[in-house]
């Protein structure tokens, strides 16, 4: 990528990196030069959605009777993920019929749920990404002079062997990795890359016909919903820290509901606010847990020894040993629900399990028994079924 682009998280230089959508129209802009003119370019250029223009170098090119094939390997910066290093291949051949047509082949992911951007039968070659193979391809046509067609399969050889340690399989995606992007960038450490995945996931609760969704930070909270609510985990939606972001998506995803089930050292949090519950963002874990335990009678030294606590397992046991683990849980509940019910749209129910691995289920808010029930009654209904 020349030149190369950087952006500056936590006070660190970061180099950016570029999609597996810049690479299928970079490889498919050499194969069909290759095609059309007879000779393989050194390096191609592509200008990306998001202004920067790569410069990058086709690999293993080969021509076979009237079709050309070449590959450009990704490279994702310093926000290295397990495409990177692989090498996606594009293969060119003509056709009678005018135009470009877009499909693809080993390695890359077949949709087979409702909800995604493709539609369920597709490859998983999202709509930027087509359009970049599309344009990087005509541009080609054009200089060329050639006036007929052209179809352009993209592969990922390694595609399958990496797809399941992706999030394909979680989203109905089989065989093969995703042809991904919308700036055609890898920015480092991208945030934006999760609250997408988290968005894209309600949206296929939604397409299934769901509109109570459950929303858990991480694995503690998926084997608590499956082991102890004994609830279906297909119904679920990992939300990581980003509980704020998820509850917003909720309107535009359908829901009319949300159950959010997590880990008391995660949802304490919520009691002062905090809706994205990374450390960097704030703490306040045993600041929240002092609060509700004043408000419920505790005495100096006890919130003392509250705040010397290193987790909130060790705070609980404080307050079990001071018989008010019951009113201080109570109150905490209180303070989520009021911090859930202004945060989510008017006409969205929001509830909130908390549990420790130790204790079990420490408070559930009022919302919570509608909701469960609301979610027993979608799973009961066969998969696809009809609401009415």
């Known amino acids: 990528m020349k030149p190369e682009a950087y952006v500056y998280k936590d006070k660190k230089k970061l180099r950016c990196g570029y999609t597996t959508g810049s690479c299928s129209a970079a490889a498919a802009k050499a194969a069909a030069w290759m095609l059309l003119s007879g000779e393989c370019p050194a390096e191609v250029m592509l200008s990306t959605p998001g202004g920067v223009v790569l410069t990058l170098k086709p690999e293993e090119p080969v021509w076979i009777k009237e079709s050309a094939s070449c590959g450009v390997r990704k490279d994702g910066g310093d926000d290295a993920d397990v495409t990177d290093g692989i090498l996606i291949v594009a293969k060119v051949r003509k056709e009678s019929s005018p135009g470009v047509r877009i499909t693809g082949g080993e390695g890359i992911g077949i949709v087979t749920a409702e909800g995604l951007e493709q539609a369920p039968g597709s490859y998983a070659i999202n709509s930027t990404p087509r359009r970049m193979i599309r344009e990087a ?4 046509m054009e200089e060329t002079g050639y006036e007929g067609g052209l179809a352009v399969t993209i592969c990922a050889p390694e595609g399958e062997a990496v797809a399941g340690r992706t999030f394909n399989p979680s989203l109905g995606i089989k065989g093969g990795i995703s042809i991904l992007g919308t700036s055609g960038i890898v920015e480092p450490m991208s945030e934006k890359a999760l609250v997408d995945t988290i968005f894209l996931e309600m949206r296929m609760q939604a397409a299934a016909g769901r509109r109570i969704c459950i929303l858990t930070p991480g694995n503690y909270g998926m084997h ?43 949802l304490v949090k919520l009691g002062a606010g905090i809706m994205n519950t990374h450390s960097r963002y ?23 020894a509250i705040m010397n606590c290193v987790t909130t397992d060790g705070a609980v046991a404080v307050l079990r040993d001071a018989g008010i683990t019951d009113p201080v ?44 029930a609301r979610i027993r009654e979608e799973q009961d209904r066969p998969e696809g079924g009809s609401r009415d």
């Open 282 to 304: 704030g703490d306040a874990r045993m600041e929240v847990l002092c609060a509700c335990a004043l408000e419920a009678g505790a005495g100096t030294e006890l919130l003392k």
């Open 329 to 372: 849980m109570e109150i905490l509940m209180k303070k989520i629900s009021c911090y859930l019910n202004r945060r989510v749209y008017d006409g969205i129910r929001i509830g909130a399990v908390v549990f420790s691995n130790v204790y079990g289920v420490l408070g559930r808010t009022d919302a919570v028994p509608e909701l469960l």
């Open 224 to 266: 608590f919903i499956g082991d102890v609510l004994g609830l279906d985990l297909r119904h679920t939606v990992k939300c990581s820290n980003f509980i704020g972001d998820a509850i917003d998506m909720a309107p535009a995803c359908q829901m009319e509901g949300l159950l959010l089930v997590g880990h008391l050292g995660k």
């Open 137 to 140: 391809v005509e541009a080609v």
